[in-house]
Each structure stands twice: as structure tokens, then as C-alpha cells.
């Protein structure tokens, strides 16, 4: 077991970077695991383009850098490209749950493929929100009311349709960014939205959305290998 564990996540944008540097980053440091969030790079892009296509060059780059580091990823499931490994099968399963599994179990499949040489098996932990990085901030309905002024009802409905956070819909209209949108035009992904989940604390998403939770334990163990 060593002292400590770094481990680099590709991020999707500058808003789940920011949410990594500021929430999680300081609360994994305390376990001696160091995360390093980097956004997907392109020449003359930065997020918003999530083929897998892209994503590969990425984690062909951070696994071939250093033998001892780790890699995650933390990009929406409702941003993925249809190249991207698993989404046919994930799209049939009928509950957040079975496709996360779905697609993270071929996502490391194809990375073991192509990069089982780099110690991927052992070193790639791969992870696709559920439905995105929004849905997190209805683990606490009354909290995002009051950040955003509005009725508490209006979450509570939302989630009564859905059943938790990590089951808002992926679709253009109802997606979690969507219906805060459609919410308060108070909310901005990058700056309101940071400031609902450090609101709401790290505590209170983990008991609501369990998809998030696993990943993130899956990351505080590193440290134990």
C-alpha cells in the first residue's frame, strides 16, 4: 500500500472541472489520493464534443505519461457521441443503474483493448453520469430551491417523475441542465451550478445518487492497492 495515490480525471468541461477542483479534490486529499481534473482536449475546442473518437487520444496520452498514476474519466452520459463504446446497448436498459453498468463495462473493455499494455486493467476506472453532472444537484430538493428561489414543489415534482436524481431524463428537453433552466434563469451551469452542489455538500449527493457514489469509492480505495 503506498503513502498516497494521484490520479488524473478527464473532464467534458470547465464546469465539472471546477466542481472537481473545488469539492472534490480537497475532500480526496485528506485520504492521500491526489486528483489532477483535466479538461478533453481538441485544437480549438474544449468540451461539449464527447466522441469516443476524441476521448481515446486522451487516456492513450495520460496512461502512456507515467506507469504509477491513475485515470478516470467524468463525462455526461447525455453528451456521448454514438461511437462511443456501449451506448447501443446502454440506450435498451431501463433503469440509470444498468446503464451505467453497461457502458462503463465496455468503456473498459475497448480501453483494455487498445492500452492493456499501459497497465489500463489495473489503472483506468471509467465513468459516465448519470445523466449528466446536474442531476447531482437534486439531491437536495429544499437546498436547490432556495439557491434557485423558487417553489420547492417544482423540484419535488420532478423527482416524484423520476424517482432520484441520477433517472432525470437525457432527452434535449428534460435533461437535468434543462429543467434547471427551464427552473430560474438564475441558473448558470459554471457559477450557480458550483455553488448549489458546495450548498447541497458532498455528504447529502452521495446518499442521493448511488452511480456517483460507487465511482467516487472506487477512487478513495486507490490508495489501498
Given at each position: 500500500m ?5 490520479i488524473?480525471v478527464?473532464?467534458e468541461g470547465p464546469?465539472?472541472k471546477?466542481?472537481?477542483?473545488d ?7 485528506d485520504?492521500?489520493?491526489?486528483m489532477i ?8 475546442q474544449k468540451?461539449?464534443?464527447v466522441?469516443?473518437?476524441r476521448v ?11 506507469p504509477?498514476?491513475?485515470l ?6 447525455y453528451?456521448i457521441?454514438n ?11 431501463s433503469?440509470?443503474?444498468?446503464k451505467a ?5 465496455a ?5 483494455n483493448?487498445?492500452?492493456r499494455?499501459?497497465?489500463s486493467?489495473?489503472?483506468f476506472?471509467?465513468?459516465?453520469a448519470?445523466?449528466?453532472f446536474e442531476?447531482?444537484?437534486?439531491s437536495?430538493?429544499q ?8 417553489p ?6 420532478i ?13 434535449p428537453?428534460?435533461?437535468?441542465s434543462?429543467r434547471?433552466e427551464d427552473l430560474s ?7 450557480s ?11 447529502k ?17 486507490l490508495?489501498e492497492r
Amino acid at each position: 500500500m503506498s503513502d498516497y495515490a494521484e490520479i488524473v480525471v478527464l473532464v467534458e468541461g470547465p464546469t465539472e472541472k471546477i466542481f472537481i477542483s473545488d469539492i472534490l479534490v480537497p475532500y480526496l486529499a485528506d485520504k492521500g489520493v491526489f486528483m489532477i481534473p483535466i479538461i478533453i482536449s481538441k485544437p480549438g475546442q474544449k468540451g461539449g464534443d464527447v466522441k469516443f473518437a476524441r476521448v481515446k487520444n486522451d487516456i492513450e496520452l495520460h496512461l502512456k505519461q507515467r506507469p504509477d498514476t491513475y485515470l478516470t474519466l467524468f463525462v455526461d452520459y447525455y453528451g456521448i457521441k454514438n461511437d462511443w463504446p456501449g451506448l447501443d446497448e446502454a440506450k435498451e436498459q431501463s433503469t440509470p443503474k444498468s446503464k451505467a453498468e453497461r457502458i462503463n463495462r465496455a468503456t473498459k473493455t475497448v480501453v483494455n483493448k487498445l492500452f492493456r499494455d499501459c497497465g489500463s486493467e489495473r489503472r483506468f476506472i471509467p465513468y459516465i453520469a448519470m445523466h449528466e453532472f446536474e442531476a447531482l444537484l437534486f439531491s437536495e430538493p429544499q437546498e436547490l430551491a432556495k439557491q434557485l428561489n423558487v417553489p420547492q414543489s417544482k423540484i419535488d415534482r420532478i423527482l416524484l417523475e423520476c424517482g432520484e436524481p441520477e433517472n432525470i431524463d437525457d432527452s434535449p428537453n428534460a435533461a437535468p441542465s434543462k429543467r434547471l433552466e427551464d427552473l430560474s434563469d438564475r441558473f448558470k451551469k459554471t457559477s450557480s451550478g458550483i455553488a448549489i452542489a458546495k450548498a447541497i455538500g458532498l455528504t447529502k449527493i452521495r446518499e442521493s445518487c448511488p452511480i456517483f457514489t460507487t465511482w467516487l469509492r472506487s477512487v478513495e480505495d486507490l490508495r489501498e492497492r
